[in-house]
């Protein structure tokens, strides 16, 4: 039998233990917490350490990467192309007239005046004479350039590439020139050669996109004579259309016989009927701006083939593009109210 003193130890003792099991339960907690909290102070210096890594590594460009540094770059490009369409659709608003192009400024300055058309008129070396000609029928020059620019919308300017051999006389004087008229688009990456035709129609493309704000551009070779009243009448009524493609649309053999004037390279990707697809005869055939836009932006990826003019059509052809079979750009015809002539 115990007494009541041993029971009373007994009862001290217990409550004691209890204590003490409550203080090391407690003390746990507290380690366990500060441990917890440690490592996720530890997680996110580690994972900015990781984002500056994978900085490093994109900026010096590392090609071995995590696993997790590629989901984050895919979301940063993610990202990116969401930032990109925002861009597109303020573009396509701004052109609609839901957003002003040019926030108020206190520079007084007034916004350009956007261009109904560029007309690049095709031009090489040693044909100085057909310049002087069409300066004479139907191209403004010196001061009245700009008064027709501002009156009609339209700009003109002869397009040339440079010589093969940089710098010698045919270049000079292009240059010499040049700085009488004010009249050229001299393409300084373009070599000026016969089998260079499509790539300089692309080049002009690029260059008068990016320095003209417009609603059309015109291609036009400097043999023909431009009624620009009539041109300008036309591209007005088209206004509504937002991709389009004008010309004299024409077809055509595709010739395989390397001798033949009109050789095709690429023949055998035309099919065995060998025949062109339709597309804008060369003389003169129009392009809206969303299409100088896309040929700009894919400049590196649009092939081109022996004829220019082949070489636009087949830009266009995967893609949703009007084509406007105009009648009055067909040069050599001699109906009422053609828009050019051929000389």
Not at 2 to 14: D, E, P, Y
Not at 75 to 83: E, G, I, N, S, T
Not at 137 to 162: E, L, S
Not at 315 to 340: K, N, Y
Request: hydrophobic content about 35%; proline content about 2%; some cysteine.
């Amino acid at each position: 039998m115990r007494s009541r003193g041993s029971q009373s130890r007994l009862s001290g003792s217990s409550s004691f233990g209890s204590r003490v099991s409550a203080l090391m339960l407690a003390m746990l907690a507290t380690m366990a917490t500060i441990y917890v909290a440690g490592r996720l102070w530890q997680d996110a210096e580690s994972r900015a350490y990781l984002m500056e890594q994978l900085e490093k590594r994109t900026t010096e460009g590392q090609s071995t990467i995590s696993v997790d540094d590629t989901l984050k770059i895919i979301d940063c490009r993610q990202q990116r192309k969401k930032l990109s369409s925002l861009q597109m659709q303020l573009s396509a608003a701004r052109k609609e007239g839901f957003v002003p192009k040019q926030l108020p400024r206190n520079d007084r300055k007034q916004p350009t005046k956007k261009l109904l058309a560029v007309i690049g008129i095709m031009t090489t070396f040693g044909r100085k004479k057909n310049r002087n000609a069409i300066r004479k029928a139907w191209m403004p020059t010196d001061t009245a350039m700009k008064k027709f620019a501002d009156q009609k919308g339209i700009t003109v300017r002869f397009v040339i590439g440079k010589s093969a051999n940089r710098g010698d006389s045919l270049d000079k004087e292009i240059e010499t020139e040049s700085s009488q008229t004010d009249d050229f688009i001299i393409l300084d990456n373009q070599v000026e050669a016969p089998e260079e035709k499509a790539k300089k129609i692309k080049s002009f493309f690029i260059y008068a996109v990016d320095k003209w704000d417009a609603e059309f551009y015109v291609k036009a070779n400097d043999d023909v004579y431009v009624n620009v009243d009539a041109l300008g009448g036309v591209l007005t009524s088209h206004l509504d259309k937002p991709r389009v493609y004008i010309g004299c649309m024409k077809s055509g053999v595709v010739f395989a016989d390397p001798t033949h004037q009109w050789h095709e390279p690429d023949w055998w990707k035309f099919g065995d009927g060998r025949s062109y697809f339709r597309h804008a005869s060369s003389d003169v055939y129009v392009i809206s701006k969303a299409l100088a836009q896309f040929i700009s932006i894919n400049r590196h990826i649009l092939r081109t083939y022996a004829h220019d003019d082949v070489t636009t059509g087949s830009w266009f052809i995967g893609l949703d593009v009007m084509h406007i079979d105009e009648s009055t750009f067909c040069c050599s015809s001699t109906s009422t109210g053609a828009l050019c002539a051929a000389v």
